[in-house]
């Protein structure tokens, strides 16, 4: 098991991702990062630019799910969880 932790941006864009109904996915991806950051599916890609070496996942279209992994201690970062595209 890995531990998850979510910056306060993360905290925050939660709170957003539950007003619109999309709490049941982003607790599904929480599910399968605490078990395996690397499993897929579904599937993940590693970013690049300014967040190079975190990955991401889709909630749906529009919103992905960003964090980074900490091998030495098998944590998870979530950074966001709202659009990175804005």
Known sequence: MWEIILSKKAQEDLKKLQQIGLFDKVKGLIIVLRENPFLSPPPY????????????????????????????TKTVEILRMWSHYE
């Open 45 to 72: 890609e590693k970013l690049v630019g300014n967040l190079k070496g975190c990955y991401s996942r889709r909630i749906n279209i529009k919103h992905r799910l960003v964090y980074r992994i900490i091998k030495e």
